[in-house]
């Protein structure tokens, strides 16, 4: 099968420190991906240079049959891709409804609007509870399923996600994993950058693992849970 993402010798540099050294990966239809790693080794920067907000020194990105270098972050996700950042980044002051309709805005088509909605509020019944809460006033949890369900409302092909777990209570934790291996059961691709390599490796079809902006090791996630460095450096054992 074709990819519909894929990144070739991708190389970003912050000023002139060279973050990312010359990655290449893939995403195909239907998969989850996960890219796990430690703090700095480029994961988040890896996203970022994806969507287009941050702009690569080379290599190519392509979706869906589109080269995305240079293409601006609201035209990518025009081309169905969404990215929910880290640290969620839902707009504190909007009612929850308010945030869902900000995820729309790209959409011209009312009715399909209106169906998504009750989708969102399907896959995710919290946030129908507190549909005209102020954004801020929600849980982190709540907070990560809003920026989700936020993406989901620009019926987007792929979905990136950068850490979704952060901060959330092992409980929480469990309930985004179980929302994403649903929202990708129901036929959305998934690229997951997160810091628990455990539950990310249990939900996920592959995986890469990076280090100081070099993929170091790849492969079918159960081949990478039993592989002795990844247990040693990741899953703390």
Known sequence: MEAMLSVQDLVVNYGSIRAIKGISFKVKQGEIVTLIGANGAGKTTTLHAVSGLLKPKGGSVQFCGNNLLGIEPHKILGLGMAHVPEGRRVFARMTVMENLQMG?????????????????????????ERRRQAAGTLSGGEQQMLAIGRALMGRPKMLLLDEPSMGLSPLLVGEIFKIITDVNQGGMTVLLVEQNAKKALE???????????????????????????????????
């Open 203 to 237: 939900i996920a079809d592959r995986a890469y693992v990076l280090e100081t902006g070099t993929v170091v090791m790849s492969g079918d996630t159960k081949e990478l849970s039993d592989n002795e460095e990844v247990r040693k450096a990741y899953l703390g054992g």
């Open 104 to 128: 729309a805005y790209i959409r011209k088509d009312t009715a399909g609007i209106s169906e998504d909605y009750d989708m969102v509020f399907e896959r995710l019944p919290r946030l129908k």
